[in-house]
């Protein structure tokens, strides 16, 4: 059962049925079976090896009977496989055998999947549901639908706490009621005119972001890894989460942020056993999950994974690069203690996050608050003293932060009789 070669003869039935593991590269497909067989039967486990020397690769397959026992083997992510001394990462696999016109990533999240899709009698109403269901666990939301061509029968559907409650629903229900998973709304419907994540232009994993049409709710994501993930490993991995529309490795010719190019980043961040790539999601929430999942991993065992959004790891470089020489940060004082000076500031040409304007402002003391008027390019940092304000002003005037140029000037507070004493004058 360690064949790798078999891992895609994998039956992909029931959904949600396989489980992915990152763990020790010494890992054994016998220990792993252990760990697991108490969550429900295992069909398989498959332990992917090296072809020319047989040694594991520190990722794993296991297959289970019922989608219940792997949301039960799920439970298991961060626990310590007897033998080793590390703790695995366990999440729900993307199917191997996916089409090439085929959505399947939307099989992954199990977060999504709290809901199922159930075909009850007309007759039968919530409260009874609840009851009838309530049994398989806690029962958070039941909805029923008639059925226009049918007066007979309507649509339920009905959530729970969590996946593996629903899971265990759909297994043990009433077989009449066709009980499934409920396909999350998002991923029901694609937008008009724009390329569906299935498309095979955007799963081809030699795509290179040149070449991949700009798509405004795209976010990507910048990743630190080992030199040992290339990039079909670095795929495998990202692929798991849903949404990724293509993962590569970047070369120092194109990992440009602004005036700060890939050389600076190297000295910061890489060295010679890391590797720079970039993981582009079709939307924040997906590359969110991501984030939340991959970050910190270590893959292969010892070596950590970093993970962050770009325009954070952009602000992050701009601190180290821009503001570095004011200091470090200093605490925020309380909003209750009240404003001295006020520092006037606008974004030339386009505004950078609140929070890299406070980390800028903050560095010379009695901070209150940063923020931009609403839709607005320009807005105002509250001091609690005047010193701090005006050091703040003198020294900020004219910083680049990235492709923003600050302009800080001291705030002209107008009240309404100055204001008419400008208009007689």
Not at 404 to 409: A, D, N, P, R
Request: glycine residues 6%; aromatic residues 8%.
């Amino acid at each position: 059962m360690s064949d790798p070669h078999r891992a895609k003869e994998i039956s992909e039935e029931p959904p949600m049925s396989r489980l992915f593991i990152i763990c020790g590269k010494q890992i054994t497909n016998e220990q792993l079976i252990k760990h697991f067989e108490s969550d429900g039967l295992i069909e398989e486990c498959v332990v992917i090896t090296d072809r020319k020397t047989g040694q594991g690769k520190g990722v794993a397959y296991v297959k289970f009977s019922k989608t219940s026992s792997a949301a039960r083997g799920l439970l298991k992510n961060g626990t310590i496989v007897e033998g080793d001394k590390r703790p695995i990462k366990v999440m729900i696999s993307a199917s191997y055998n996916r089409g090439k016109h085929s959505d399947t990533t939307a099989d992954v999240n199990e977060n999504h999947f709290l809901r199922l899709f159930a075909i009850v009698p007309s007759s039968r109403t919530e409260e009874q549901l609840k009851v009838e269901f309530g049994c398989h666990g806690t029962v958070t939301q039941i909805r029923l639908v008639a059925d226009k061509k049918n007066d007979k029968q309507c649509a339920a559907y009905i959530k729970f706490n969590t996946f593996l409650e629903t899971a265990l629903a759909i297994e043990n229900c009433n077989p009449q009621y066709k009980a499934k998973f409920c396909v999350p709304r998002k991923h029901e419907r694609e937008p008009k005119g724009q390329p569906t994540k299935s498309d095979p232009i955007n799963r081809k994993r030699t795509h290179s972001p040149d070449r991949m049409p700009s798509v405004r709710s795209d976010t990507k994501l910048v990743v630190i890894c080992s030199s040992q993930l290339n990039q079909d490993r670095l795929w495998r991995l990202f692929d798991i989460c849903p949404g990724m529309k293509y993962c590569n490795i970047i070369t120092a010719s194109k990992f440009m942020f602004g005036t700060v190019d890939f050389i600076t980043l190297a000295f910061l961040f890489v060295d010679e056993i890391n590797v720079t790539a970039a993981a582009v999601y079709s939307s924040r929430e997906e590359a969110q999950r991501a984030v939340d999942k991959i970050h910190g991993l270590e893959y292969p065992i010892g070596e950590r994974i970093i993970v962050q959004f770009e325009d954070e790891f952009k602000e992050e470089i701009i601190t180290k690069d821009a503001l570095s020489h004011f200091g470090p940060p200093k605490p925020l004082v309380s909003e209750l203690i009240p404003c001295v000076r006020k520092a006037f500031f606008i974004c030339i040409p386009e505004p950078v996050s609140v929070k890299l304007l406070t980390d800028a402002f903050c560095r010379f003391g009695d901070l209150i608050k940063v923020y931009f008027v609403p839709g607005k390019r320009h807005g105002y940092a509250e001091f609690a003293s005047l010193i701090a304000a005006n050091r703040a002003i003198q020294q900020l005037h004219g910083i680049q932060l990235g492709e923003c140029q600050l302009k800080v000037l001291e705030c002209a507070e107008y009240t309404g009789e100055s204001k008419r004493n400008r208009t007689e004058h």
